[in-house]
C-alpha cells in the first residue's frame, strides 16, 4: 500500500506547477482522496479533495479558484494543478486516501515540495 | 472554514494521561461525527489514530481513545509512553466536501 507523490519544485510566484500522485496497493477506484499541506514549521492545512468516482470536489477557501484537483482511475492516480502560485503556497504537499468515506486519512505519501520564490 | 481550536502544548510524565482537545463549531465537530485524530512525529508523514470520534484504525493502541461533547472534541492517551511524544492534529469533515484542521498541539513526555 503506497502513495508517491512528484512534480514539486521552485517555481515564480504566478506560475503554475501540477502535482501527481501515484497509488499502489489498494483498489484506488472506490477511494475518495484528498490533498494536505504542510508550511514549514507549520500545522497541516486541507487542500482539497475528490470523491471516488469525481462527482463531488471541495476546495479550501485559501486556493479556491485557483488549483484544480483530478483523478484518473485507469491510472491509479491523483494530480492537483496548481495555477497562480503565491508565496505562502509554500508548503511540503501530501496525498492521503481518505479512510471509508469518513474523511480520516489513512494512507499518506511522502509529500512533495512545492516552494513559491523569485 | 475556520481552523479548529487546540491547545498549542500538552505535557505528562510516563505512565500517566494525557488529554487534547480541540473546538470547533456546530458547522464541523458538532455537526458531524467524522473527527480525526493525527500524531506526527517530526520529519514524518502524520497517522491516523482515531476516526469517526472514537474507532481506532487497526494497530494503533488502545491507550489511544477519542470522544466528542457538543462543538468539542477530545484524544486521551493514557499510559503514556516515551514513543508519544509527537504533535497531535484533530480534523473534522466540514460540509460540502470541506475538511479543516486544527492547529496541532505537542505533546511533550517529561
Known amino acids: 500500500v503506497q502513495l508517491v507523490e512528484s512534480g514539486g519544485g521552485l517555481v515564480q510566484p504566478g506560475r503554475s506547477l501540477r502535482l501527481s500522485c501515484a497509488a499502489s496497493?489498494?483498489?484506488?477506484?472506490?477511494?475518495?482522496m484528498h490533498w494536505v499541506r504542510q508550511a514549514p514549521g507549520k500545522g497541516l492545512e486541507w487542500v482539497s479533495g475528490?470523491?471516488?468516482?469525481?462527482?463531488?470536489?471541495g476546495y479550501a477557501d485559501s486556493v479556491k479558484g485557483r488549483f484544480t484537483i483530478s483523478r484518473d482511475n485507469t491510472k491509479n492516480s491523483l494530480y492537483l494543478q496548481m495555477n497562480g502560485l503565491r508565496a505562502e503556497d509554500t508548503a511540503l504537499y501530501y496525498c492521503a486516501e481518505d479512510y471509508g468515506d469518513s474523511s480520516a486519512f489513512d494512507i499518506w505519501g511522502q509529500g512533495t515540495m512545492v516552494t513559491v520564490s523569485s | 472554514q475556520s481552523a479548529l481550536t487546540q491547545p498549542p502544548s500538552a505535557s505528562g510524565s510516563p505512565g500517566q494521561s494525557v488529554t487534547i482537545s480541540c473546538t470547533g463549531t456546530?458547522?464541523?465537530?458538532?455537526?458531524?461525527?467524522?473527527v480525526s485524530w493525527y500524531q506526527q512525529h517530526p520529519g514524518k508523514a502524520p497517522k491516523l489514530m482515531s476516526y469517526e470520534v472514537s474507532k481506532r484504525p487497526s494497530g494503533v493502541p488502545d491507550r489511544f481513545s477519542g470522544s466528542k461533547s457538543g462543538n468539542t472534541a477530545s484524544l486521551t492517551v493514557s499510559g503514556l509512553q516515551a514513543e508519544d511524544e509527537a504533535d497531535y492534529y484533530c480534523?473534522?469533515?466540514?460540509?460540502?466536501?470541506?475538511?479543516?484542521f486544527g492547529g496541532g498541539t505537542k505533546v511533550t513526555v517529561l
Open positions: 475528490i470523491s471516488w468516482n469525481s462527482d463531488n470536489i
Open positions: 456546530s458547522s464541523d465537530v458538532g455537526g458531524y461525527n467524522y
Open positions: 480534523s473534522s469533515y466540514a460540509g460540502s466536501n470541506n475538511v479543516v
Open positions: 496497493g489498494f483498489t484506488f477506484d472506490e477511494y475518495a
